[in-house]
């Protein structure tokens, strides 16, 4: 659960940089 | 949610957890009779190993005597290790308990309860469960244990709770110290009252028709309280004296005769024939009681009957030791309601957790669909999870996602 929230955030974090 | 069981003793505590669905990852306790009967009953975890020096010192004394912070050293890390969401255990309770002699705060097993604290305050999971003696809330150890857990930053809930209203007939007494780190006072209560059995157990209903009416068990003390019971009743609290006293004869009390005459049942007293009334002060054999066997104490104390007390290879344990296990183990029945209580305080959480307004982007879930290929079922997890996990940094007001990552770990 708490890797699929890091993971959210992850892909939020990548998008930005994209 | 990865669990820690100290003083795990043969695995009360445990079983009840895993029935719960939770993953020990760690047992820890001083006995090696206990351990080994542990982990034959749990294969896939191995308790970890006492260290030698203790090993050395425990055959020496047979008894745990100095609690000293070198333990503490050498424990917290281990069980740091492991990570734990949860650290369980019942610290020895004899200095308290009612039963037997009583060192009170004066005891040198008292320091164990207080290093259950130092241990747990140290590795800091976000919950902990400590079981003990009612007795133990009424000591300066008690004052010493809940400062040093509020101190670090537990809600706590403490309560007393019977065994019976849990799947135990035992009519046993247990204290309940639950913590969660950041929250209120009281937090597991209303879960405790939800995983409250309906039916309260009898002996009859664990031990079977088969055992007869009545089941006795030796008094503790002299004076007025009875060694006989029903079995349609709940029985004493079993401890490792339960099945002992059955050598020397037994002299019987009013109360006792009160529930012979209730059944109806004859026993035979020394010297009188089969048509003779038991009166109080008749001596009987108490050879010949229904006493129960180990295995019967153990059912009554709600381990299942696959319990393996006899781990292969190894010294087997003795008769004592067996019932020292038992008489000190957490019913795995309570344990496993404490367990599901965790649960259900968890999922109940969860659902309060706010709905966040979501702040993203449209662009993001596009670039999910397009760039990652995501399907829609994934990109509504990413939307739910990433909502979830922005509430949790969401008091930070935190705008760049990077930042809200760097938050968020």
Not at chain 2, 62 to 83: C, T, Y
Not at chain 2, 163 to 190: F, H, K, M
Not at chain 2, 232 to 242: A, M
Not at chain 2, 364 to 382: N, Q
Request: hydrophobic share 35%; aromatic share 10%.
């Amino acid at each position: 659960d708490q890797a699929a929230m890091r993971e959210a955030m992850y892909l939020a974090y990548e998008w930005s940089q994209a | 949610m990865k669990v820690v069981d100290l003083f795990c003793g043969c695995g009360g505590f445990s079983h009840g957890m895993r029935k719960a669905g939770y993953n020990i990852v760690g047992a820890f306790d001083f006995k090696p009779e206990a351990l080994a009967v542990h982990a034959a009953n749990n294969p896939a975890l191995g308790p970890s190993p006492m260290p030698k020096w203790m090993a050395h010192r425990y055959r020496k004394k047979r008894e745990f005597v100095h609690a000293d912070l070198g333990n503490l050293l050498q424990w917290v890390p281990e069980i740091s290790q492991l990570k734990p969401d949860v650290i369980v255990g019942g610290p020895p309770c004899q200095p308290f308990s009612p039963f037997g002699r009583r060192g009170g705060d004066n005891d040198e097993k008292s320091l164990l309860s207080l290093a259950f604290t130092i241990i747990t305050t140290s590795v800091h999971p976000r919950f902990f469960i400590m079981e003990n003696v009612p007795e133990l809330q009424k000591t300066e150890t008690f004052r010493k244990v809940t400062e040093l857990f509020r101190n670090s930053g537990y809600g706590l809930t403490q309560r007393v709770v019977t065994t019976s209203d849990y799947g135990s007939p035992q009519n046993r007494n247990r204290l309940i110290l639950a913590g969660c780190v950041g929250e209120t006072d009281g937090w597991l209560n209303e879960y405790l009252d939800q995983t409250r059995h309906e039916h309260k157990p009898v002996i009859r209903d664990v031990l079977g028709e088969g055992f007869g009416p009545l089941f006795f068990r030796r008094g503790h003390y002299a004076g007025q309280r009875r060694s006989f019971f029903r079995t349609d009743e709940r029985c004493p609290t079993i401890t490792s004296t339960t099945g002992r006293g059955t050598r020397s004869p037994y002299v019987l009390r009013p109360a006792d005769i009160r529930v012979l005459r209730s059944v109806g049942e004859g026993i035979t007293v020394l010297g009188k024939g089969p048509d003779y009334v038991p009166q109080a002060g008749d001596t009987i054999p108490a050879r010949n009681l229904p006493v129960g066997g180990q295995e019967e104490l153990a059912l009554l104390a709600s381990f299942p009957a696959n319990w393996k007390w006899a781990p292969e290879g190894g010294r087997a344990p003795t008769k004592a030791d067996v019932m020292q296990m038992i008489g000190n183990a957490v019913p795995p029945t309570l344990s496993e309601a404490v367990g599901e209580s965790l649960r259900l305080y968890r999922i109940g959480k969860m659902e309060e957790t706010p709905d966040v307004p979501d702040s993203i982007h449209p662009l993001f879930y596009e670039w999910l669909r397009d760039d990652k290929a995501f399907d829609e079922t994934r990109i509504e997890s990413v939307r739910r999870h990433g909502a979830r996990a922005r509430a949790l940094v969401a008091p930070r007001a935190l705008s760049m996602p990077e930042q809200e990552l760097k938050a968020f770990d």
